[in-house]
């Protein structure tokens, strides 16, 4: 089946200590997206990505870093200087244009 | 599961019920709309989208209005079923051309039996 794969489920975070979010799509979508979602708010862009090797910053940015070498795979890392970092990471894919965004099923991180 | 949002705007309906959720939206060179069902401790589902050259548009059990005048945007549900019970986010694309999606804060639908 297609779809966008999210792990892990739950990350924890130590103090200073940089952490790195999967998501694969076998979709064959051009674009890639990372979300991120607070209790009692929507989703904010973190980052995005309409082809390989290319990504620009989204709504905020700091403290996180992207790489997009392949098609199918946009990872995320969650830098120490990201200083409120516990949240639900939402990476979602879709063909370039005005398409649905399709998600996958996201990756809570706490500070341990 | 975890919770999707704590403070969320409800909707109460009876199981059967037709719902309505609306959206107002904050930019008028938005082209593009989504409607999202989110379930707890799960990612965002795709119900339906419009775009701006449209007014109105059905699914299955769903339709989308659009009022471009007021900005708003509306979906309805019809014979609303305990499964339908969600947090739904609608989204704008902005009008920039690069799919770039901003979403409302949602609304919690709670169906009771």
């Known amino acids: 089946d297609g779809g966008i794969t999210q792990s892990p489920k739950y990350l924890f975070r130590k103090e200073g200590q940089n952490v790195t979010l999967s998501c694969e799509q076998n979709?064959?979508?051009?674009?890639m997206y990372w979300y991120r979602q607070d209790p009692g708010q929507g989703l904010r862009l973190i980052y995005y990505?309409?082809?390989?090797?290319?990504?620009q910053k989204g709504d905020i940015a700091e403290g996180y870093s992207v790489s997009r070498e392949k098609k199918e795979s946009f990872p995320l890392t969650v830098t120490s200087a990201q200083k409120n970092p516990t949240a639900f990471y939402l990476c979602?894919?879709?063909?370039?244009?005005?398409?649905?965004?399709?998600f996958g099923d996201g990756t809570r991180l706490s500070i341990l | 599961g975890e919770s999707v949002g704590l403070h969320l705007p409800t909707l109460s309906v009876q199981e059967g019920d037709n719902s309505i959720i609306n959206c107002a939206y904050s930019?008028?060179?938005?082209?593009?709309f989504i409607w999202y069902k989110q379930e707890s401790g799960k990612g965002p589902q795709f119900i339906i989208d419009i775009r701006s050259n449209m007014d109105k548009r059905q699914g299955q059990r769903v339709t989308v209005l659009l009022n471009k005048t007021v900005k708003h945007l509306s979906l309805q549900i019809a014979a609303t079923q305990p499964g339908d019970s969600a947090v739904y986010f609608c989204?704008?694309?902005?009008?920039?051309?690069?799919?770039?999606?901003?979403f409302g804060a949602g609304t919690r639908l709670a169906v009771h039996p």
């Open positions: 979709l064959n979508h051009d674009a």
């Open positions: 990505s309409q082809i390989v090797n290319d990504f």
């Open positions: 989204a704008e694309n902005g009008g920039g051309g690069y799919n770039k999606l901003i």
């Open positions: 930019n008028s060179a938005s082209d593009y």
């Open positions: 979602a894919s879709s063909y370039r244009g005005n398409q649905p965004q399709h």
